[in-house]
């Protein structure tokens, strides 16, 4: 997410996934390259790309990404195909709201289907913490 009206920097794609001490990382260049197409805008100077962020692209992945969960949460189980659909499009916002660490990005895509998520449930316990529960 990018901050108000900053477009961000273009950045060559070695950049954006460098990891330091993982010099393999570069093997994955190829495939990242066309995932990064997707949510990126991008410039192309002698021959070399530089990508951006582009937060309407993102938008619209993650909202193509919730109708895809809906669905399939249909076919996995009746309880599911006999649920409302929006409740069925809730449930698959919630699922992708489990992996997205930056709340803007589920705020925005709540908004656009316009749809209020339940709060979300606390955190389980430590493991250390809930075995000395059993032991008592």
Known sequence: ?????????????????????????????????????????IKEIDSTKYFRLDDSKVLAWLYHKACQLKETLSTLDSNYAAREDKQRLTDAVSVLGEYLKDEPWLKL???????????????APDTENSTNCIRK
Do not use: T
Request: proline share 9%; net charge negative; with cysteine.
């Open 1 to 41: 997410m990018k901050k108000r009206d900053d477009p961000g920097k273009f950045r060559p794609l070695d950049e954006i996934i460098f990891v330091d001490g993982y010099p393999a990382y570069q093997q994955l260049l190829s495939i990242a390259e066309v995932s990064m197409q997707v949510v990126c805008d």
């Open 109 to 123: 895509l709540c908004d656009r289907l316009r749809i209020d998520l339940p709060e979300a449930p606390k955190k």
